[in-house]
């Protein structure tokens, strides 16, 4: 099957010569596009791309199956969305009017509320039910955009739970078209009953839920919530290593609420990504210098909780990666909306276009181990891309907030 997208009026992050992985400081400035340009598919993988010109030459020699004019329109890489809880049970509105009334995320835990409010409505839901609900947000993720997402597990908190939800992940992974990666973060909250004794709890995770999870192979991998309040830097080593032990990669929660030591036990146990930072000090950039850890920020959460705001601007301009994911959850960042993350990474952490769009395709991609074969337009990765509504230029996407800019999405060659 070869289809091909014509008239494209600019293709956005294209990519020649050796791909890269994840693009560093000054790097993320640098995008590459193509104008008057199409794209070519076979198989669901790009097998071309170039000016209009190439192709009026060379099209009577070829046999296209179809053919998609985008007059007016840009193509960009779909979005990678690196960081997700997207299987959960229930809405948390009422939390959320409690914060206005002035209720902290913290005292709002405390209370039983926050993840544990969410883990009694999952432990209430079925798998199908659960599978359902998570289809549909995975459904209208994929009209915004995105690509590909990693989902966490977490609202479980009990073996038999957790189980439940990596299942429901497994089961999209084997039925959806988007890209799909796996996340178990058993130590996501503290149970009511081990309250006080968190250690027990880290004994469950280690010695019961670990084994099991990777009996049935259904983790990429390993997260911790590594903050104050949460689970601290010793739960999160002794956690960390009994994962690697069973080939779970570390991928975790740090420094939203604290400087929690998290980033430098990520690092040491070479986590593919620590995310959130919105608490950073001098010595946490200078530990991710020569890591191969990517600082992931989730603009969404800091707005909806109102954090202060992880030094994005500050972490690219001393040479690192930075890549920005949804977060998307019930509790701090009820939107799958990549679109938004990239307005906010230029409105509010001051990234250029440029840099934003590499935070969310490539480096995204990187913090998801997939960067291979997604995250710019190259030959030989996965054909996902969308086709734009008719815009003026790319800058276009991250100025105008709030609206879909997106029309058509395809993911491995395929229109969804
Ligand atoms: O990434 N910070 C920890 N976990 C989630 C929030 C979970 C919740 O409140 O339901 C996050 O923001
Ligand atoms: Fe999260």
């Known amino acids: 099957m070869l289809t091909v997208i014509t008239n494209i009026k600019e293709l956005v992050q294209v990519e020649t010569g050796q791909p890269k992985l994840r693009a560093m400081g000054k790097e993320m400035a640098r995008v590459e596009t193509v104008k008057d340009a199409y794209l070519m598919v076979e198989d ?4 071309a ?7 009026k030459a060379a099209s009577g020699e070829r046999r296209v199956d179809r053919e998609v004019d985008a007059t007016g329109r840009l193509v960009f890489p779909t979005f990678c969305d690196s960081h ?3 299987v959960y049970a229930n809405s948390r509105e009422h939390e959320f009017v409690d914060k206005i009334r002035g209720l902290s995320y913290e005292e709002i835990a405390k209370r039983g509320g926050g993840i544990l409010n969410s ?6 839901a079925s798998e199908d039910e659960l599978y359902d609900m998570a289809q549909r947000r995975l459904q209208e993720a994929m009209r915004m955009g995105t690509g590909a997402i990693e989902i966490k597990s977490g609202y479980g908190l009990t073996t038999e739970s957790e189980l439940k939800l990596l299942r429901v992940i497994r089961r999209l992974k084997e039925n959806s078209p988007m890209t799909i990666k796996s996340n178990f973060l058993g130590a996501h909250g503290i149970p009511m009953e081990y309250r006080g004794h968190q250690e027990d709890y880290v004994d469950l995770v280690i010695d019961e839920m670990i084994p099991l999870v990777a009996a049935e ?3 990429d991998y390993i997260d911790v919530f590594c903050d104050q309040g949460f689970f601290t830097v010793e739960d999160t080593a002794r956690i ?3 994962g690697i032990k069973y080939g779970m990669r570390p991928k975790i929660h740090a420094n939203e609420m604290a400087v929690s030591g998290g980033v430098q036990v990520g690092v040491k146990y ?3 990504s620590v995310d959130h930072l919105e608490q950073m000090g001098d010595a946490e950039i200078e530990c991710l210098k020569g890591s191969e850890t990517m600082p992931t920020v989730l603009p969404g959460c800091a707005f909806f909780l109102n954090l202060p705001l992880s030094p994005a601007r500050k972490m690219v301009d001393a040479g690192l990666p930075v890549a920005m994911a949804s977060d998307y959850n019930p509790g701090t960042s009820p939107s799958y909306n990549m679109q938004l993350i990239l307005s906010m990474a230029c409105i509010r952490y001051r990234l250029t276009p440029e840099e934003a769009l590499n935070a969310t395709t490539l480096n995204t991609a990187y913090a998801m181990g997939v960067s291979r074969e997604l995250g710019t337009i190259a030959v030989g990765k996965k054909a996902n891309f969308y086709i734009t509504k008719p815009i003026p230029s790319y800058e276009y996407m991250p100025y105008a907030y709030g609206e879909n800019k997106v029309e058509r999405v395809f993911l491995n060659g395929v229109e969804v």
């Open 44 to 47: 669901g993988k790009i097998k």
């Open 49 to 55: 791309f170039g000016p209009m010109d190439e192709w």
């Open 84 to 86: 997700t809880h997207l």
């Open 119 to 124: 883990a009694k409505a999952t432990a209430a």
């Open 217 to 219: 192979g259904l983790a």
């Open 240 to 242: 960390l290593e009994a």
């Open 270 to 272: 070479n986590a593919i």
